[in-house]
């Protein structure tokens, strides 16, 4: 395995490569935060000091392994920063419920400043996201950020969505309908802790990962899948 470290230099300009690809991307997702990106300067400049920031949390490393576990490290900071937008374009959530939100989030700040700060966050966000996942692939070739990262993205995203749906509660039935969601939320985050540490446990000579297993309980105390980790074939 090549174990010489990318230069900020490389990181960067490869970062700014897929950002321009995304343009023509067949994925609406992909083009609408590049696009956004792309052509307001001012919009790119912000995205530039954020992603550099990010990109020096990896360069920083003389070693590609440390390199490679920084960038897992990153592309969970950047799921875990879109997860509200996404949450709240997902859930379709307006008017005071919206601000019921974004208040949990951001306190006391100004509703339409709130608003603005996290559209912003999540163009970047997800634009580095794109990023990260091009680095892993074409220039780190880790596949911990590949299936397994997916797999994680989508626990978290099941996680953050009974946190979410559990704040939101207001009216009688709709506490009915998250007493499930309230009282698993502690195993799913069990669940993406756990996910975390296997990915950044890789080692990054690894190629090939399977699935996770899921191992069925017995009788009538199935609650939730029990799940073990990113096991090899």
Same mark, same amino acid.
């Given at each position: 395995?090549?174990?010489?470290?990318?230069?900020?230099?490389?990181?960067?300009?490869?970062?700014?490569?897929?950002?321009?690809?995304?343009?023509?991307?067949?994925?609406?997702?992909?083009?609408?935060?590049?696009?956004?990106?792309?052509?307001?300067?001012?919009?790119?400049?912000?995205?530039?000091?954020?992603?550099?920031?990010?990109?020096?949390?990896?360069?920083?490393?003389?070693?590609?392994?440390?390199?490679?576990? @920084?960038?897992?490290?990153?592309?969970?900071?950047?799921?875990?920063?879109?997860? =509200?937008?996404?949450?709240?374009?997902?859930?379709?959530?307006?008017?005071?419920?919206?601000?019921?939100?974004?208040?949990?989030?951001?306190?006391?700040?100004?509703?339409?400043?709130?608003?603005?700060?996290?559209?912003?966050?999540?163009?970047?966000?997800?634009?580095?996201?794109?990023?990260?996942?091009? =680095? @892993?692939?074409?220039?780190?070739?880790?596949?911990?950020?590949?299936?397994?990262?997916?797999?994680?993205?989508? *626990?978290?995203?099941?996680?953050?969505?009974?946190?979410?749906?559990?704040?939101?509660?207001?009216?009688?039935?709709?506490?009915?309908?998250?007493?499930?969601?309230?009282?698993?939320?502690?195993?799913?985050?069990?669940?993406?802790?756990?996910?975390?540490?296997?990915?950044?446990?890789?080692?990054?000579?690894?190629?090939? *990962?399977?699935?996770?297993?899921?191992?069925?309980?017995?009788?009538?105390?199935?609650?939730?899948?029990?799940?073990?980790?990113?096991?090899?074939?």
């Amino acid at each position: 395995m090549l174990l010489r470290a990318y230069k900020h230099a490389r990181l960067m300009e490869e970062s700014e490569s897929r950002l321009e690809m995304t343009a023509n991307s067949l994925a609406p997702a992909d083009v609408f935060v590049a696009e956004r990106i792309l052509v307001r300067p001012a919009e790119f400049t912000r995205w530039e000091v954020h992603h550099d920031r990010l990109m020096r949390g990896v360069s920083v490393h003389g070693r590609l392994p440390q390199q490679m576990v @920084a960038l897992r490290t990153t592309a969970f900071s950047l799921i875990h920063r879109k997860a =509200l937008f996404e949450y709240l374009r997902r859930r379709q959530v307006t008017g005071e419920k919206r601000k019921k939100l974004l208040a949990v989030f951001y306190g006391c700040t100004d509703y339409t400043s709130a608003v603005l700060a996290e559209h912003g966050n999540y163009v970047r966000c997800s634009s580095s996201y794109l990023c990260t996942q091009h =680095l @892993a692939e074409h220039l780190m070739l880790d596949p911990a950020l590949d299936e397994p990262l997916t797999l994680y993205e989508e *626990w978290y995203t099941e996680y953050f969505n009974a946190f979410c749906d559990v704040e939101l509660a207001e009216t009688e039935d709709e506490k009915a309908a998250c007493i499930t969601q309230e009282s698993l939320r502690p195993l799913l985050k069990y669940r993406v802790t756990e996910g975390r540490k296997a990915i950044l446990a890789m080692p990054p000579t690894q190629q090939e *990962w399977c699935e996770v297993r899921i191992r069925e309980p017995s009788g009538d105390t199935q609650i939730l899948k029990a799940l073990s980790m990113f096991e090899r074939n």
